[in-house]
């Protein structure tokens, strides 16, 4: 197992238009989350998964945001009509429940630029 | 609610010499603190955890941590600082980060090395 993988490592768009970003979780992981980290900011809780079930889902996450776990394995993200705001460092997160905070395995993430 | 705020946002030392990075907390009980680290285009990585079995905590790369109840601190320490240090530091607190076990970062701190 290589860790947590995301692809792609950097995306550059117009804005308006959709982007999709992948996350491949380690494998016997049954929990997955997806942050966000501006310039200068710490990561910031989006969404969290627990097998393919979308249990939460922060303010952050506006109706632009879309996010599945379709087999309870890897996940996708997508961004529908990109604002440049959206412009940041989406990153992935898994872990096994029960392991607590320390249990998660952070991914090296998706920069995304809005132009 | 629970959150850290990161003292500094900017650190300088001289290599060989002392690592102080500041972290104070804010939580209605006991809480779950960790430091995590973030070297350019790598992967959020978990430098040591606090989860109440003792106040001072060792991590990797010689980092230890010492939780301050009184004080409501968890400042990262490291005797001798390398060159390989420099990076960015996230003081992290779990439990109200959205998610079971979701986390709230700081807004970090950039450790600066010196030759």
């Known amino acids: 197992d290589t860790g947590v993988s995301q692809n792609p490592r950097h995306k550059i768009t117009k804005r308006g238009q959709n982007v999709t970003f992948r996350c491949d979780p380690i494998?016997?992981?049954?929990?997955l989350y997806w942050y966000r980290q501006t310039l200068g900011q710490g990561p910031e809780f989006l969404t969290y998964f627990q097998n393919e079930a979308q249990l939460e889902k922060s303010r952050l996450l506006s109706d632009r945001f879309s996010a599945e776990r379709p087999k309870g394995s890897f996940s996708t993200l997508e961004i529908q009509r990109t604002e440049q705001g959206d412009s940041a460092m989406y990153l992935c997160?898994?872990?096994?429940?029960?392991?607590?905070?320390?249990?998660?395995?952070f991914g090296s993430g998706t920069r995304l630029t809005v132009v | 609610a629970q959150s850290v705020t990161q003292l500094d946002s900017h650190v300088s030392v001289s290599e060989g010499t002392p690592v102080l990075l500041r972290c104070n907390y804010s939580s209605s009980y006991s809480p779950s603190l960790f430091w995590y680290v973030q070297h350019p285009n790598k992967g959020l990585q978990l430098l040591l955890k606090y989860t109440s079995a003792a106040t001072l905590v060792k991590g990797i790369n010689g980092f230890e941590a010492e939780f301050k109840k009184s004080e409501t601190s968890f400042h990262l320490t490291k005797p001798s600082a390398h060159m390989s240090d420099a990076a960015e530091y996230f003081c992290v607190v779990s439990g109200s980060g959205g998610g079971a076990d979701g986390l709230t970062f700081g807004k970090g701190t950039h450790l600066i090395i010196q030759p």
């Open positions: 997160a898994s872990s096994a429940a029960g392991t607590g905070g320390y249990g998660y395995t």
């Open positions: 494998s016997e992981h049954n929990r």
